[in-house]
């Protein structure tokens, strides 16, 4: 599988595009300012649709392309806990970069915990992993072995607790049981920053210790 990083404006929120061999289509995972503009050329090159977009959690930088992306024929995946914050982005004005406008979202499959996403060729494992915001996921493809966590972890560190919903314990449980539990050859593609490993952040993250 290919997959194509984006970093976006304004607080530098990585999208993934995923494409899978054999297909025409691709999934997207979190949807940034300027997601659909940014994978559009990549797309057009690929002669693919985009057919989904999973959001790792509802926080307005992951999810502000969403209702661009779903205009244009994605369907959009997202935790049912998070759902006040994607249909009703601007509950979250306090909290964004001040001046910007975000649009609702509808949402129109809500994952389950442990639930296999088979999607366009791939099998996603969709694992809920609390702490940075109630709705956070994974999506874990054991082929491929990687995982997109979101902000639940990043190389060396981990996402904030401090926002609406945040909670330090129940984040340092879901990296524990959800995170470290997986492959340590797991390639971790997180929502800021540069991919890392399960083993590196096991062995090195100074946030939780594996
Ligand atoms: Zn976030």
Redesign the pocket.
């Given at each position: 599988m290919q997959i194509a990083t984006y970093e976006l404006p304004p607080v530098g929120?990585n999208a993934y595009l995923l494409l899978p061999p054999n297909r025409a289509e691709a999934v997207l995972v979190d949807a940034p300012f300027g997601a659909l503009k940014a994978i559009s050329p990549q797309l057009k090159k690929a002669n693919r649709r985009l057919a989904a977009v999973l959001l790792?959690?509802?926080?307005?930088?992951?999810i502000a392309s969403a209702a661009e992306c779903q205009a244009a024929g994605a369907a959009i995946y997202a935790h049912p806990d998070d759902r006040e914050w994607i249909e009703n982005p601007m509950m979250q004005a306090d909290f964004m970069v001040p001046g910007l406008e975000i649009d609702p979202v509808r949402i129109d499959n809500f994952l389950q915990p442990r639930q296999i996403l088979e999607i366009v060729g791939l099998s996603l494992e969709v694992r809920h992993v609390p702490g940075?915001?109630p709705g956070?996921v994974l999506f874990y493809d054991r082929v491929a072995k990687v995982a997109f966590v979101?902000?639940a972890i990043f190389a060396g560190s981990v996402?904030?607790t401090d926002?609406p919903g945040g909670d330090w314990e129940q984040l340092e449980n879901s990296i524990r049981t959800q995170i470290y539990t997986l492959p340590g050859d797991t390639v971790l593609y997180p929502?800021?920053g540069p991919a890392t490993t399960v083993a590196a952040e096991r062995a090195t993250n100074k946030f939780v210790r594996g």
């Open positions: 929120t790792t959690h509802g926080h307005w930088d992951h940075h915001a956070s979101g902000d996402g904030r926002l929502g800021h």
